[in-house]
């Protein structure tokens, strides 16, 4: 397409605001249709999220114009995710976060930061001691047991550790889009969920992990990669309880246990609309329950060019410094990509480059009006 798309002053401000935007109409009719008669009739052996089809959803919509105005310029994705979700009814299975899947509330969101190793958890309570429990949780993952170690890869194909070292507990790209198929238009159908807003104080709490000692993520100050209060004993600390935090108040529902949860936004949306969001901010799938078919979300993942101009990022990724299977990667002397990413978690607006002027105003308010 050749619309030069941009975000308004006023979009671009909400952005900052939110941590989302929701680009109406940002995919065309023609370009919806092809996706999804790309779903609709499967190519036995190819994986759909790997078809021109789904790619050009973000490669030949005003998506691309959108990003490279707001963000900078970026790799074309060549896949993605195919966000697919059954209608169904509430289920009893354990899930990421170690309660009945029937019992989580809003829709059975488990919000969370993306880039984290995710190794099934147990489906039936855990004994043992803390110790016990991490050790055969870790030994769980497709690779065995290999200990505590940067080498242990969860079954989403990401790192318990980005880093040998151990310092880094996370993945990290700039942008997410996930853009809409079908009618999302009321809650309980399957739509993705966010934190609104939420995106400040993961960058807050990133930037005193690293002031700490220089540990970002799960197993830094603050954030214990699991629950060993959780119904089965085992669940995944998805969000640091700081975080967490600051956004129960009085209309926050809770777990039968009695554990309040954050109330996220469901985002609302119709065909061809596109929402895009900043790495930083809490996000989930939700249950579809009301829906009348399936949820269909395509989900992008994206990376400014600046941080490593020569690693190509394949769109669908949340671990980029790493290979998708959590291969180890060749850097050139001096370039240390842990570095660059954590520099990158402590300053998320870094990577929106078009964002510049809207940022550094917003900011000075924010300054004016503590003063």
């Not at 941009?6 to 941590?19: M, S, V």
């Not at 995710?118 to 065995?144: C, D, F, L, W």
């Not at 830094?220 to 975080?243: E, F, H, I, K, S």
Request: proline fraction near 6%.
């Amino acid at each position: 397409m050749t619309t030069l798309a941009t975000l308004t002053l006023e979009q671009k401000q909400a952005f900052y605001r939110d941590g989302y935007i929701v680009v109406k109409n940002a995919v065309s009719d023609d370009l919806v249709d092809a996706a999804l008669d790309r779903l609709r009739n499967p190519v036995e052996g190819q994986y759909a999220g790997a078809a021109r089809e789904m790619t050009d959803l973000v490669n030949a919509s005003d998506v691309t114009p959108v990003l490279h105005d707001a963000m900078g310029y970026f790799d074309p994705p060549i896949v993605c995710q195919v966000g697919v979700s059954k209608v169904r009814s509430p289920g009893d299975r354990f899930n990421n976060l170690g309660y009945r899947e029937k019992d989580q509330p809003y829709f059975a969101a488990e919000s969370h930061m993306d880039g984290l190793c995710t190794i099934g958890v147990p489906q039936e309570r855990q004994t043992g001691t803390p110790g016990e429990i991490y050790r055969r949780y870790v030994a769980s993952g497709p690779k065995g047991d290999l200990g505590r170690s940067a080498d242990v890869i969860g079954h989403n194909s990401v790192p318990l550790f980005e880093d040998p070292e151990m310092t880094l507990g996370m993945g990290s790209f700039t942008a997410f889009v996930f853009v809409c198929l079908n009618d999302q238009t009321r809650e309980g159908r399957g739509q993705t969920a966010l934190l609104k807003g939420a995106h400040h104080v993961t960058e807050r709490f990133f930037r005193w992990q690293r002031s700490v000692n220089g540990c970002i993520g799960p197993e830094g100050p603050g954030w214990p990669r699991l629950n060993y209060d959780a119904p089965n004993r085992c669940g995944l600390v998805y969000l640091p309880q700081t975080v967490r935090e600051e956004f129960i108040d009085d209309t926050s529902e809770c777990t039968p246990d009695g554990v309040y949860w954050p109330r996220p936004t469901q985002i609302l949306m119709e065909p061809g609309d596109a929402c895009i969001t900043v790495f930083h901010i809490p996000h989930s799938g939700t249950r579809n329950e009301l829906g009348t078919e399936s949820r269909k979300n395509i989900i992008f993942r994206i990376r400014n060019k600046k941080r490593q101009p020569d690693k190509m990022v394949n769109g669908v990724t949340d671990h980029p410094d790493r290979g998708q299977r959590g291969e180890w990667l060749e850097y050139e002397e001096g370039n240390d990509p842990w570095q660059r990413s954590k520099d990158a978690l402590c300053n998320q607006w870094d990577e929106w480059q078009g964002m510049g002027d809207v940022v550094a105003a917003e900011q000075a308010k924010e300054v004016a009006s503590a003063g």
